[in-house]
């Protein structure tokens, strides 16, 4: 990997806020645009490597790197293989540690998921397991740092795929209603927590539709099936909410 990829891979992984975040994925962000598809696809192969790297800030840097790739058209079946066996898994889920600074593994999970979701080489059957998956899986964190508005627009971006039908679309939801159905009176478990909350900002991306970028003056688009995503999503929400009409 020629200079300064290979240098700012490793800061990449750095303990160090600073190093990581402010200098090298800013620097390697700023890049991506100007790689050739030989130096995108090595950057790619490296980045989903880190997703079994010990380092908890490099596993969780790293699909923000891929996430960049994917936007500027480059994609390899690897990459999304790695991901969906880090992403449901990690085990990690801080938005910010007072020394190693911004980890979110959710939301730089979910930006990757999302920009999947608009390659048309990615199942968006399988991208719709992989967010029920985080969704669902026992955690003892509540995330707190608007991890539930990056997933539901990744999930909504996934929805926005052309040709999907009412049961691709909703089918993903078979797993929450697994989750909601097992609850039980008393402390709502996180993952329950973070699942209703995640579904809420997801319904009210079906009812007025989603701005396929989380930044930028994009028109609204509505989910490509709308209007069953609403309804399977407000049967499931009046499980835990049995007031909703």
């Given at each position: 990997m020629d200079f300064p990829l290979a240098e700012l891979c490793a800061?990449?992984?750095?303990?160090?806020?600073?190093?990581?975040?402010d200098h090298a994925y800013t620097a390697l962000a700023a890049l991506v645009p100007r790689l050739n598809p030989e130096q995108a696809v090595e950057l790619g192969d490296?980045?989903?490597?880190?997703?079994?790297?010990?380092?908890?800030?490099?596993?969780?840097?790293?699909?923000?790197?891929?996430a960049a790739l994917v936007k500027h058209g480059h994609y390899?079946?690897?990459?999304?293989?790695?991901?969906?066996?880090?992403?449901?898994?990690?085990p990690d889920l801080r938005g910010y540690d007072a020394e190693l600074g911004w980890l979110h593994a959710v939301a730089h999970g979910a930006d990757l998921l999302?920009?999947?979701?608009?390659?048309?080489?990615a199942d968006p059957e399988l991208l719709l397991a992989l967010g029920a998956a985080r969704m669902v899986a026992p955690t003892a964190q509540v995330w707190d740092a608007l991890e539930d508005d990056r997933l539901a627009h990744a999930?909504?971006?996934?929805l926005l795929r052309p040709g999907?039908?009412?049961?691709?679309?909703?089918?993903?939801?078979d797993r929450?209603?697994?989750?909601?159905?097992?609850?039980?009176?008393?402390?709502?478990p996180a993952e329950a927590s973070n699942t209703i909350r995640t579904l809420w900002l997801l319904h009210l991306c079906a009812v007025r539709g989603v701005r396929p970028s989380r930044y930028g003056d994009e028109p609204v688009v509505p989910l490509t099936r709308a209007d069953a995503v609403a309804r399977?999503?407000?049967?499931?929400l009046a499980i835990p909410s049995p007031y909703l009409g």
């Open positions: 800061d990449l992984r750095s303990p160090d806020p600073a190093v990581r975040d490296a980045m989903a490597e880190r997703f079994t790297d010990p380092e908890v800030q490099a596993r969780t840097f790293a699909p923000l790197i891929l390899r079946p690897s990459w999304l293989a790695a991901f969906a066996a880090w992403y449901p898994a990690e999302g920009a999947f979701g608009t390659h048309g080489e999930m909504a971006r996934v999907l039908t009412d049961a691709q679309s909703t089918g993903w939801l929450v209603a697994e989750l909601f159905a097992a609850g039980r009176p008393g402390p709502v399977r999503l407000v049967e499931l």
